[in-house]
């Protein structure tokens, strides 16, 4: 990917983006994932992104709309994607830099729990939620 590309993708992440990542409850325990969208309203935009990204699970879907809305598309990167995209761009992000870089720790944590049966759990819960104060909507 060269420079030009990674910059017009962080971009993107910065302004239209969203790097989170949630507590999922199954029967006995939780396990945390994490994701990286991008919307936007130009589907064009959207495929050529997906196609920039290249390699992994990517995911363009048209999300649920009002009647007076205009269609908008999304890019959904599972959490090894991302952090693999993160890695690359982090040099070209701004606004989203911290976000990205909780999220590559997380991701590195994550690694982590497969040998050692769930590594740092607290650590893990604490980045979660300040993802979520990034994201959260209102004052």
Known sequence: MKDIE???IAGFID???CIY????KTRNSYTING???IG?????IINKLAQLIGDGTKNVTQHKQKPKWKPMFRLELAQRQGTKLLQKILPYLILKKKQAKLFIELTELKKKSRKWKKYNEKRQEEIVFELK???RRGV
């Open 133 to 135: 104060e990034f994201n």
């Open 35 to 37: 994701k990286i969208i």
């Open 6 to 8: 990674k910059a017009y």
């Open 21 to 24: 990542a949630c507590k999922i």
């Open 40 to 44: 936007c309203t130009n589907k064009e």
């Open 15 to 17: 302004g239209e983006g």
